[in-house]
């Protein structure tokens, strides 16, 4: 016990190390990058004098380690993430109004794809080279093949348009239903505190699509990984021993899948990360309103305080979710502690 | 009075699209009540086919072609899933080569005794907390209490195979299945669970099938004895008897192949056939420094008695004057040279 809570404070020992690192990265890349605000704010037509002007507003006429000082001091200071170029609104309001709605649907998304991956993976490996294995296989092939945008918009044409099962993909309600009253930002958490079940039937009717084209677009990874690992684990001696014994097959796959369980884990770490930004393009399918497409637009705009924020909030997002993850590896797995 | 396992000519395939690999190609042996019996031969002679035909756990694309394994008087060859689940643990116990890996890695010790046994009955933690205990006390473990709230991985290997016999025996299966029990471990260590698993089968009253491809292990811990060479038992008998006098070219050649002090080592010529084809005439043909006439290129000998309770699968014995001088003396010299080395707790032969 006393090696693992060792490892938990060499774990917290590390973040203050990495957030400062997420923060220069944030500001790093954004400040490297080729192209000039000011530029692209007064149009290409500008005389430099209005350019001089809409530099020195924006600082951008500063050597790089005195505005890398302010941007330190702003958001440890001022506790701010500053304002953005175009729209002179906060970027922590703007972050704070879209992040719920991505979250859930990452969230959503992720689960599907874990719960219908891992089934996969699980039918496939425990039914190696028979019918189950090769329905899951071809299942992995065609999500994994076609692209998510592609996906979302088959499926609206098919579940919507063509069957009439799902709602018109315009956002997470439907047009005359008025949101629940903000408490988390997240639609369908609101709906479920305000405890407005109709309006929750008819938020996961609108989130159902998106949810679905993100669990079936990212349960190849969960399929492949569990299959690969599930497929070693079943011939394993460990599991013959326990058939050996005379265990259910059920208590056997769930003796087989305690050793896919890690590597399903860090997948989730990993592909939740990426899908704050990943999750964009089915966010703009779905006109879904997350983070995403705000921070696409902002990266096209070199709009620099939004992309910066971006970035900080997703980076430390990482940082949290990578060390959630840890910590559950280590209560999972007795091993871990003495490697 | 009726065997406690009977295993009649017993086939096993491995068969795959491209080809066929006959693993065991009619086996006979029984094991009666409270009897120990070894199955030496080996690697790829079929040993581990037959055993985990024995348990109902051979790896796919292996199955049974033919023949019957009776535990009881039930032949589990036919038996669907669920019966022959409940035959393994309670019936059979198993005791895998390597306790690492057998043993869950991420349960606790105690919640494995409690899965094995509420696999086959319902009982109350405390109960199998208490069978648990009892069970590590008898295989030698000293603070029982400690290992059963711990890993594996906190195990050494010599104490990971007292828990693994442990939980092949908590559920007194009349008939504990060994497969190379000793293979992973120390050397010093080997002894010690070879003699702790002689003292559980003795205590309990259960039979054992030790396989190990390590004669002088046979010699020590087993009445009887089976030789098998490329998926057939080619000699049977008391274990004294059989290393004295071999019948068996085979076992000849075997026990030529074990280091002994003053004597040259013998490899035993040639290799295991592949088994991709049944083999026409006598399996040993090839290797066989006593083949004799067409009878053993066209014939498969059956195993017959030499003498009584001693079979072989022999056409000739010895047909050369010198050789039929030279080896039950050999085998002689082995034999005592066997109980030399294993000290005093080896079976009498005299």
Same mark, same amino acid.
């Given at each position: 016990?006393?090696?693992?809570?060792?490892?938990?404070?060499?774990?917290?020992?590390?973040?203050?190390?990495?957030v400062?690192?997420?923060?220069?990265?944030?500001?790093?890349?954004?400040n490297?990058?080729?192209?000039?605000?000011?530029?692209?704010?007064?149009?290409?037509?500008?005389?430099?004098?209005?350019?001089?002007e809409?530099?020195?507003?924006?600082?951008?006429?500063?050597?790089?380690?005195?505005?890398?000082?302010?941007?330190?001091?702003?958001?440890?200071?001022?506790?701010?993430?500053?304002?953005?170029?175009?729209?002179?609104?906060?970027?922590?309001?703007?972050?704070?109004?879209?992040?719920?709605?991505?979250?859930?649907l990452?969230?959503?998304?992720?689960?599907?794809?874990?719960?219908? %991956?891992? $089934? *996969?993976?699980? =039918?496939?490996? @425990?039914?190696?080279r028979?019918? #189950?294995?090769? &329905?899951? +296989? /071809?299942?992995?092939t065609?999500?994994?093949?076609?692209?998510?945008?592609?996906? %979302?918009? $088959? *499926?609206?044409? =098919?579940?919507? @348009?063509?069957?009439?099962?799902? #709602?018109?993909? &315009?956002? +997470? /309600?439907?047009?005359?239903?008025?949101?629940?009253?903000?408490?988390?930002g997240?639609?369908? $958490?609101?709906?479920?505190?305000?405890?407005?079940?109709?309006?929750?039937?008819?938020?996961?009717?609108?989130?159902?699509?998106?949810?679905?084209t993100l669990?079936?677009?990212?349960?190849?990874?969960?399929?492949?990984?569990?299959?690969?690992?599930?497929?070693?684990?079943?011939?394993?001696?460990?599991?013959?021993?326990?058939?050996?014994?005379?265990?259910?097959?059920?208590?056997?796959?769930g003796?087989?899948?305690?050793?896919?369980?890690?590597?399903?884990?860090?997948?989730?770490?990993?592909?939740?990360?990426?899908?704050?930004?990943g999750?964009?393009?089915?966010?703009?399918?779905?006109?879904?309103?997350?983070?995403?497409?705000?921070?696409?637009?902002?990266?096209?705009?070199?709009?620099?305080?939004?992309?910066?924020?971006?970035?900080?909030?997703?980076?430390?997002?990482?940082?949290?979710?990578?060390?959630v993850?840890?910590?559950?590896?280590?209560?999972?797995d007795?091993?871990?502690?003495?490697? | 009075?009726?065997?406690?396992?009977?295993?009649?000519?017993?086939?096993?395939?491995?068969?795959?699209?491209?080809?066929?690999?006959?693993?065991?190609?009619?086996?006979?042996?029984?094991?009666?009540?409270?009897?120990?019996?070894?199955?030496?031969?080996?690697?790829?002679?079929?040993?581990?086919?037959?055993?985990?035909?024995?348990?109902?756990?051979?790896?796919?694309?292996?199955?049974?072609?033919?023949?019957?394994?009776?535990?009881?008087?039930?032949?589990l060859?036919?038996?669907?899933?669920?019966?022959?689940r409940?035959?393994?643990?309670?019936?059979?116990?198993?005791?895998?080569q390597n306790?690492?890996?057998?043993?869950?890695?991420?349960?606790?010790?105690?919640?494995?005794?409690?899965?094995?046994?509420?696999?086959?009955?319902?009982?109350?933690?405390?109960?199998?907390?208490?069978?648990?205990?009892?069970?590590?006390?008898?295989?030698?473990?000293?603070?029982?209490?400690?290992?059963?709230?711990?890993?594996?991985?906190?195990?050494?290997?010599?104490?990971?195979?007292?828990?693994?016999?442990?939980?092949?025996?908590?559920?007194?299966?009349?008939?504990?299945?060994a497969?190379?029990?000793?293979?992973?471990?120390?050397?010093t260590?080997?002894?010690?669970?070879?003699?702790?698993?002689g003292?559980?089968?003795?205590?309990?009253?259960?039979?054992?099938?030790?396989?190990?491809?390590?004669?002088?292990?046979?010699?020590?811990?087993?009445?009887?004895?089976?030789?098998?060479?490329?998926?057939?038992?080619?000699?049977?008998?008391?274990?004294?008897?059989?290393?004295?006098?071999?019948?068996h070219?085979?076992?000849?050649a075997?026990?030529?192949?074990?280091?002994?002090?003053?004597?040259?080592?013998i490899?035993?010529?040639?290799?295991?056939?592949?088994?991709?084809?049944?083999?026409?005439?006598?399996?040993?043909?090839?290797?066989?420094?006593?083949?004799?006439?067409?009878?053993?290129?066209?014939?498969?000998?059956?195993?017959?008695?030499?003498?009584p309770?001693?079979?072989?699968?022999?056409?000739?014995?010895k047909?050369?004057?010198?050789?039929?001088?030279?080896?039950?003396?050999?085998?002689?010299?082995?034999?005592?040279?066997?109980e030399?080395?294993?000290?005093?707790?080896?079976?009498?032969?005299?």
């Open positions: 016990m006393r090696h693992r809570t060792g490892r938990v404070a060499k774990r917290l020992v590390f973040i203050p190390v990495a400062f690192i997420v923060i220069t990265l944030a500001f790093g890349l954004v490297v990058l080729p192209g000039d605000p000011a530029l692209l704010i007064a149009g290409d037509l500008a005389s430099d004098e209005r350019l001089a809409i530099r020195a507003e924006l600082g951008t006429d500063k050597p790089i380690p005195q505005r890398y000082g302010e941007y330190v001091h702003q958001l440890f200071v001022e506790r701010s993430l500053g304002d953005s170029y175009f729209t002179k609104r906060s970027i922590t309001d703007e972050i704070i109004q879209r992040f719920p709605d991505t979250l859930e990452v969230v959503l998304g992720l689960l599907g794809a874990v719960l219908y %991956g891992t $089934l *996969l993976g699980v =039918l496939s490996s @425990y039914f190696r028979r019918w #189950p294995d090769r &329905v899951s +296989r /071809l299942s992995v065609i999500t994994q093949s076609i692209p998510d945008f592609f996906l %979302g918009l $088959l *499926l609206i044409y =098919l579940v919507f @348009y063509k069957l009439g099962w799902a #709602p018109a993909p &315009v956002g +997470r /309600l439907g047009l005359l239903d008025l949101p629940p009253e903000r408490v988390t997240a639609v369908i $958490l609101d709906t479920i505190i305000a405890r407005d079940w109709g309006l929750l039937r008819t938020a996961a009717h609108h989130a159902m699509l998106p949810v679905i669990a079936l677009f990212y349960s190849s990874h969960f399929a492949k990984t569990s299959r690969a690992v599930l497929a070693r684990a079943f011939t394993s001696e460990q599991v013959e021993f326990a058939r050996a014994c005379g265990l259910s097959e059920m208590k056997v796959v003796y087989a899948f305690r050793e896919a369980r890690t590597p399903v884990l860090t997948y989730v770490g990993i592909l939740f990360a990426a899908l704050f930004g999750a964009a393009i089915v966010e703009t399918v779905f006109a879904w309103g997350g983070i995403g497409p705000w921070a696409i637009e902002a990266m096209t705009k070199l709009d620099v305080p939004a992309i910066q924020g971006f970035i900080l909030v997703v980076g430390l997002l990482t940082l949290l979710v990578y060390l993850l840890d910590l559950v590896v280590v209560a999972l007795p091993r871990v502690s003495y490697e | 009075m009726a065997p406690l396992l009977e295993v009649n000519d017993l086939h096993v395939e491995f068969k795959s699209r491209r080809r066929t690999v006959y693993a065991v190609n009619g086996v006979n042996f029984s094991i009666g009540e409270g009897e120990t019996v070894g199955m030496v031969g080996e690697t790829g002679c079929g040993k581990s086919a037959t055993i985990r035909a024995i348990i109902g756990l051979l790896r796919p694309p292996g199955r049974i072609a033919s023949g019957s394994i009776r535990l009881d008087g039930e032949d060859t036919g038996l669907d899933a669920r019966r022959l409940r035959i393994r643990g309670a019936g059979i116990g198993f005791v895998p306790p690492f890996g057998a043993l869950n890695p991420v349960l606790r010790i105690e919640r494995q005794f409690r899965n094995v046994v509420r696999a086959h009955r319902r009982a109350g933690r405390g109960r199998i907390r208490e069978d648990a205990l009892e069970m590590l006390n008898g295989v030698g473990i000293a603070d029982p209490e400690r290992i059963l709230g711990g890993y594996a991985h906190e195990l050494s290997g010599g104490m990971a195979q007292r828990v693994v016999i442990a939980l092949a025996m908590v559920l007194d299966p009349p008939l504990v299945v497969d190379e029990p000793t293979t992973g471990l120390d050397l260590i080997q002894r010690q669970i070879l003699d702790l698993i003292k559980m089968a003795t205590t309990r009253g259960s039979s054992m099938l030790l396989v190990t491809h390590d004669i002088g292990v046979v010699a020590q811990y087993c009445s009887r004895l089976l030789v098998m060479y490329a998926g057939r038992v080619v000699e049977a008998g008391p274990t004294n008897i059989v290393l004295r006098k071999p019948a070219p085979y076992t000849e075997l026990l030529s192949a074990v280091p002994r002090r003053g004597r040259r080592l490899a035993a010529a040639g290799a295991v056939p592949t088994l991709l084809s049944r083999p026409v005439g006598c399996y040993y043909y090839d290797r066989c420094r006593y083949r004799g006439d067409s009878r053993c290129a066209t014939e498969t000998p059956d195993l017959k008695e030499v003498s309770g001693h079979w072989a699968a022999v056409f000739y014995r047909p050369t004057m010198s050789a039929q001088e030279q080896a039950p003396e050999k085998a002689t010299t082995q034999a005592q040279a066997q030399d080395r294993d000290g005093d707790d080896a079976p009498g032969t005299d």
